[in-house]
């Protein structure tokens, strides 16, 4: 019974992680300039955050749900705000600043920590979770020990989907020359500052 929990979970945080949006462009971005540690590492930043929104579905801890839920519209205005920061970054990178921070460690606590937070900017996560470990636990009320088992399967079925993505995308990287890099950083900017445009939209009009 444990394993099969487990395995729902693990297949619903691959379903949740798998989906091309901006989390998922800048994992491939940053795999292409920096290689596939920090990309794999933006990628755990985003399996935490889905990881600590599956914990609140799973355990029901209704206040801080509830809070998350009633701070939806300033923190998806800061989240969509942050988007368009970072493909402004994009649109105005070098290729020698690029090469010159490959393989920097200093990169890899900013990398995890902007896409833990941009995840944790849609806080209407938190009812899908709620929703879908609901349905998974017949509305009965978790252990802490299959609660545990749930968050765990979600946190490693999302860090799987971007190991294999990095890892896939890292292949390419090394056939790239320096206009094709600065064309794909470009190319990701303007992407970003659309998903950036359509989260205001969507702001706006709620």
Same mark, same amino acid.
């Given at each position: @019974? ?10 619903i ?6 989906p ?20 794999f ?15 609140l ?20 205005l800061?989240?969509?705000l942050?988007?368009?920061? @970072? ?21 890899a ?15 209407l996560?938190?009812?899908s ?6 349905t ?11 609660g545990?088992? @749930? ?29 094709? @890099? ?14 950036a445009?359509?989260?205001?939209v ?5």
């Amino acid at each position: @019974m444990a394993i099969l929990l487990f395995l729902k979970s693990f297949l619903i945080g691959l379903s949740i992680a798998a989906p091309v949006g901006p989390i998922g462009l800048l994992c491939i971005q940053r795999t292409l300039s920096h290689g596939a540690r920090i990309g794999f590492i933006s990628g755990l930043g985003a399996a935490t955050a889905d990881a600590c929104y599956g914990a609140l579905g799973a355990f029901g801890i209704g206040a801080i749900t509830r809070a998350f839920v009633a701070l939806a519209t300033p923190l998806a205005l800061a989240g969509a705000l942050f988007l368009a920061w @970072m493909g402004l970054k994009m649109l105005r990178a070098t290729p020698p600043e690029r090469a010159a921070s490959v393989g920097d460690p200093v990169l890899a606590l900013p990398a995890f920590a902007s896409v833990f937070l941009l995840t944790l900017s849609n806080p209407l996560t938190i009812l899908s979770f709620v929703a879908i470990f609901a349905t998974l636990s017949g509305g009965e009320p978790l252990s802490g020990a299959d609660g545990g088992l @749930m968050v765990l399967g979600v946190f490693c079925g999302s860090a799987l989907w971007w190991l294999t993505l990095c890892l896939a995308v890292s292949r390419v990287r090394h056939r790239l020359g320096v206009r094709a @890099m600065q064309w794909i950083d470009r190319g990701a900017g303007v992407c970003l500052l659309g998903f950036a445009a359509w989260q205001l939209v969507r702001v706006i009009a709620n």
